[in-house]
């Protein structure tokens, strides 16, 4: 009996809670066609603004602003090319610069830790790695692409020079010079700050690198890594970044030693024995980096013969 009244009440209540939610729906809406009323300001406000501010302005309307930049700022201008012809990137690349300098930072602290070894002879190591970093950095200033250390170069590539003109005695002035030289150096290599660069001046070569030390370097590329690493295929193949590197020292060194104001830069022959030295250098590049060993080990043939010819009549 009981569940027959619950089933018999169960659709009344549904269709009571039916019409609820129906009558709820309709109460909430809002009314169609009201809205808000308008706000009304007081006399002292509504005079604060125009009434019509077309009124008020003067002079043609203004046209829709264009897209385009409007007195566009000059360019800066691009980089002033070395006065050497700018041909350095085509001799040596920047990547190799800046790991001869890192490597001969080493080979110069080691000459001048010890006052003792340097003044019994170290003194003449430390004017050759000098030297050579001077060189370096001399090309650093003028090298015609991105390369590190570009804006100190010339005022530090000169300071070098001069403290390795100054090894040529084993003093304690030279000494002192050559240690504050390679600590300013080594400060720039770990990118520490640095006083504004001097102006750029054109580089005396002669007074920055003697001749004499360059052709030492030159050397110990030929019989310390060129030779030796192109000994046989294999050890072609284990030392070809070495070989590569040297090559391009090479080739930048024989470029430098024919720079006006060096000893025999006026002398014809000597001149084309540079020249062939630094085409031999630049041919084994190509064939170190094209990994032909038959090239590589002619090009450092014909290297080694323009040293030895060159030195025969032009050795200072």
Same mark, same amino acid.
């Given at each position: 009996?009981?569940?027959?009244?619950?089933?018999?009440?169960?659709?009344?209540?549904?269709?009571?809670?039916?019409?609820?939610?129906?009558?709820?729906?309709?109460?909430?809406?809002?009314?169609?066609?009201?809205?808000?009323?308008?706000?009304?300001?007081?006399?002292?406000?509504?005079?604060?603004?125009?009434?019509?501010?077309?009124?008020?302005?003067?002079?043609?309307?203004?046209?829709?602003?264009?897209?385009?930049?409007?007195?566009?700022?000059?360019?800066?201008?691009?980089?002033?090319?070395?006065? #050497?012809?700018?041909?350095? #990137?085509?001799?040596?690349?920047?990547?190799?610069?800046?790991?001869?300098?890192?490597?001969?930072?080493?080979?110069?602290?080691?000459?001048?830790?010890?006052?003792?070894?340097?003044?019994?002879?170290?003194?003449?190591?430390?004017?050759?790695?000098?030297?050579?970093?001077?060189?370096?950095?001399?090309?650093?200033?003028?090298?015609?692409?991105?390369?590190?250390?570009?804006?100190?170069?010339?005022?530090?590539?000169?300071?070098?020079?001069?403290?390795?003109?100054?090894?040529?005695?084993?003093?304690?002035?030279?000494?002192?010079?050559?240690?504050?030289?390679?600590?300013?150096?080594?400060?720039?290599?770990?990118?520490?700050?640095?006083?504004?660069?001097?102006?750029?001046?054109?580089?005396?070569?002669?007074?920055?690198?003697?001749?004499?030390?360059?052709?030492?370097? =030159?050397?110990?590329?030929?019989?310390?890594?060129?030779?030796?690493?192109?000994?046989?295929?294999?050890?072609?193949?284990?030392? #070809?970044?070495?070989?590569?590197?040297?090559?391009?020292?090479?080739?930048?060194?024989?470029?430098? =030693?024919?720079?006006?104001?060096?000893?025999?830069?006026?002398?014809?022959?000597?001149?084309?024995?540079?020249?062939?030295?630094?085409?031999?250098?630049? #041919?084994?590049?190509?064939?170190?980096?094209?990994?032909?060993?038959?090239?590589?080990?002619?090009?450092?043939?014909?290297?080694?013969?323009?040293?030895?010819?060159?030195?025969?009549?032009?050795?200072?």
């Amino acid at each position: 009996m009981q569940t027959k009244r619950r089933r018999a009440t169960l659709p009344l209540l549904l269709a009571l809670f039916a019409l609820a939610l129906a009558l709820g729906t309709l109460m909430a809406a809002p009314p169609a066609g009201r809205r808000a009323k308008r706000p009304e300001f007081a006399p002292s406000t509504v005079d604060t603004f125009f009434s019509d501010a077309r009124e008020k302005l003067n002079g043609a309307r203004p046209g829709p602003r264009s897209t385009a930049v409007e007195n566009p700022q000059p360019a800066l201008p691009a980089a002033a090319l070395p006065t #050497s012809s700018g041909t350095w #990137s085509k001799l040596i690349t920047a990547e190799a610069l800046e790991d001869e300098i890192k490597a001969r930072l080493p080979k110069l602290a080691a000459a001048i830790e010890n006052p003792t070894r340097f003044k019994s002879g170290e003194y003449q190591t430390a004017r050759r790695e000098l030297g050579v970093l001077a060189a370096m950095l001399g090309i650093v200033a003028e090298y015609d692409g991105r390369v590190r250390w570009k804006a100190e170069a010339a005022d530090l590539r000169d300071q070098l020079g001069r403290a390795s003109n100054n090894c040529k005695v084993a003093s304690d002035a030279a000494l002192n010079d050559a240690r504050a030289r390679a600590e300013e150096l080594q400060l720039l290599v770990r990118g520490g700050s640095q006083a504004p660069a001097a102006k750029s001046v054109e580089a005396n070569w002669p007074q920055i690198a003697d001749r004499t030390l360059l052709m030492q370097r =030159i050397e110990e590329a030929q019989e310390q890594h060129i030779t030796p690493g192109i000994a046989n295929e294999k050890t072609f193949a284990e030392s #070809s970044t070495t070989v590569l590197h040297e090559a391009e020292i090479v080739a930048a060194l024989a470029e430098i =030693i024919t720079r006006a104001g060096y000893e025999f830069a006026d002398d014809e022959t000597y001149l084309e024995y540079a020249k062939a030295m630094q085409q031999h250098a630049g #041919s084994l590049r190509a064939s170190t980096l094209d990994g032909s060993y038959d090239r590589a080990r002619t090009s450092a043939t014909e290297i080694g013969q323009s040293c030895t010819t060159c030195h025969e009549g032009y050795r200072s």
